[in-house]
């Protein structure tokens, strides 16, 4: 089992400097990947409860965000080049990029450059966004009820153009006659493309066997969750003839902290203390995890009330003290 780091750029406050001393250290601990989060706002009405749909549009969770409104938090994607310069080995992507806020082609071609920037160290998360609010502000709110096509034509847009010099296309969003977007990607044929799938299986399935996908991303899974994705998945793929990809990897994005004393860890679905606790409670849970299929969990610090210092602390123990066990089992 791979650990990855997912950022806090998204929290009530994070400075540049916390963010830098977290990527130094996954650097330093040989994680996999270091992940930041896209969010373009946090809506007033989040404040009093009252948005359109709870977070990623789990019921598990209020119609609030865990941030407010006013919280001094970081854009995820112009921090991915700044990971790229900062650091030398680890993977860096963000999860998940949205499509619908970017146009397709300008964003293959941009993450084309970061890919060299990085020396061929990106990954490529996508998916089709959930908040309306959000589409809002990033003046697409006609593409909310079709955000899903959108991320198919991103999907084909960006592996049409890491794989030519001369490419074109033409859909429903985007529409262009054949053209050169500069540098390809240093990996071939272009980074790989991890999927953020929260509702549907089946689509998830179709989109690996289709394009080749390289992973899956969810939120706040239980060991039980990530078998029932990885079986779901896997029995739609056999009905397309089709079988994962080698290496796939099956993550999640999982709230992390080691607590001195014992967490209610008892099913609270996604609000369930999955990777908060003990020590013990945590490795505990890494092995359900490792034997339920998952390959790499994102370790999401909290967003308010545990310090940078504390996380920090957390990441050296759970590398140095719990994954050797973890991986021995």
């Known amino acids: 089992m791979k650990l990855a780091l997912y950022l806090p750029n998204f929290r009530d406050h994070v400075t540049v400097q916390e963010l830098e001393d977290l990527t130094a250290l996954a650097e330093e601990l040989e ?26 549009m789990m019921t598990d969770f209020p119609l609030q965000m865990p941030v407010v409104a006013k919280g001094k938090w970081f854009q995820g994607m112009p921090l991915i080049p700044w990971l790229a310069a900062k650091t030398s080995k680890v993977r860096i992507g963000m999860s998940i990029t949205n499509t619908p806020f970017r146009s397709p082609g300008v964003m293959a071609a941009e993450f084309a450059t970061i890919d060299h920037l990085s020396n061929g160290r990106l990954n490529v998360g996508i998916g089709s966004g959930w908040m309306p609010e959000e589409f809002a502000a990033a003046s697409v709110p006609q593409l909310f009820p079709r955000r899903h096509g959108h991320v198919r034509e991103s999907i084909e847009i960006m592996q049409g153009i890491w794989s030519n010099e001369l490419f074109e296309y033409h859909g429903e969003f985007a529409d262009f006659e054949p053209a050169g977007f500069g540098h390809q990607p240093v990996q071939k044929p272009g980074p790989p493309i991890y999927f953020s799938g929260l509702k549907d299986p089946k689509r998830s399935a179709k989109r690996i066997a289709k394009y080749g996908l390289q992973g899956w991303i969810g939120i706040q899974d239980s060991p039980a969750d990530i078998a029932r994705w990885k079986g779901e998945m896997q029995r739609e793929l056999n009905e397309l003839g089709r079988d994962f990809p080698e290496n796939f990897d099956m993550c999640s994005m999982i709230w992390f902290v080691i607590t001195d004393e014992p967490t209610d860890m008892s099913d609270a679905g996604k609000a369930t203390n999955l990777l908060a606790g003990t020590a013990q409670q945590i490795e505990d849970r890494l092995k359900e995890y490792k034997e339920a299929g998952m390959t790499m969990p994102l370790l999401w610090p909290p967003f308010r009330d545990v310090p940078t210092s504390k996380t920090l602390d957390d990441l050296k123990r759970i590398n140095e003290e719990i994954m050797p066990n973890v991986n021995a089992a």
């Not at 404040?47 to 359109?52: F, K, P, V």
């Open 31 to 56: 994680f996999d990947s270091v992940w930041t989060l896209d969010r373009i706002i946090v809506p007033e009405a989040s404040d009093r409860e009252q948005m359109q749909y709870p977070f990623g």
